[in-house]
T-cell receptor
Framework: EPEVTQTPSHQVTQMGQEVILRCVPI?????FYWYRQILGQKVEFLVSFYNNEISEKSEIFDDQFSVERPDGSNFTLKIRSTKLEDSAMYFC?????????????FGPGTRLTVL | KQEVTQIPAALSVPEGENLVLNCSFTDSAIYNLQWFRQDPGKGLTSLLL?????REQTSGRLNASLDKSSGRSTLYIAASQPGDSATYLCAVRPDIYPNSGYALNFGKGTSLLVTP
């Protein structure tokens, strides 16, 4: 069964460094998402992406964050200058369409640790 | 702002018991509601999706109900097994005209432990 994949599984970085988290969505899906989950907290929406542009973003998704679909398969989340509070599990998700029964399929996540 | 709450936060039951997990949401304008399973350090697996017009959905030993007007959903697990041990998350997708909202709004989850 097709699945969403994410790399790396764990990323450790120093505060102030840039990180890029990578995702390969399911191949025929059109909608792409990033969520994050701080340890012990809720899964929080960051951004959704469709037709090569951001369709919705949360308050968390400030100027330090950006997303890109550089080719036909990858979907990336960049954090320009990481802060300690960016430490979290980052989940990528993809969805085939916008129908009422279309579900988001989640990847296994990237654990980001900012020191 | 939509708030999703799940009760209880944690639950421990012996194998074989039937159990109910609860989810409540403050804004009844939802497009659909989903229940997910999350295993430690892993991603989220969709279990059931209930459309806003539906009352329940079933998959194997799982049954999810939705009462949109009262802002409640329950996940019923029959004959629980140790393999059911995981965190169960409820998520709502808002209904925003003219397009349904893209973001899922999650509860904090119920951590379930089924003991042999």
């Amino acid at each position: 069964e097709p699945e969403v994949t994410q790399t790396p599984s764990h990323q450790v970085t120093q505060m102030g460094q840039e990180v890029i988290l990578r995702c390969v969505p399911i191949s025929n899906h059109l909608y792409f998402y990033w969520y994050r989950q701080i340890l012990g907290q809720k899964v929080e929406f960051l951004v959704s992406f469709y037709n090569n542009e951001i369709s919705e973003k949360s308050e968390i998704f400030d100027d330090q964050f950006s997303v890109e679909r550089p080719d036909g398969s990858n979907f990336t989340l960049k954090i320009r200058s990481t802060k300690l509070e960016d430490s979290a599990m980052y989940f990528c998700a993809s969805k085939k369409g916008r129908g009422i029964t279309d579900t988001q399929y989640f990847g296994p996540g990237t654990r980001l640790t900012v020191l | 702002k939509q708030e999703v709450t799940q009760i209880p936060a944690a639950l421990s039951v012996p194998e074989g018991e039937n159990l109910v997990l609860n989810c409540s949401f403050t804004d009844s304008a939802i497009y659909n509601l989903q229940w997910f399973r999350q295993d430690p350090g892993k991603g989220l697996t969709s279990l059931l999706l209930i459309q806003s017009s539906q009352r329940e959905q079933t998959s194997g030993r799982l049954n999810a109900s939705l009462d949109k007007s009262s802002g409640r959903s329950t996940l019923y697990i029959a004959a629980s097994q140790p393999g059911d041990s995981a965190t169960y998350l409820c998520a709502v997708r808002p209904d925003i005209y003219p397009n349904s909202g893209y973001a899922l709004n999650f509860g904090k989850g119920t951590s379930l432990l089924v003991t042999p």
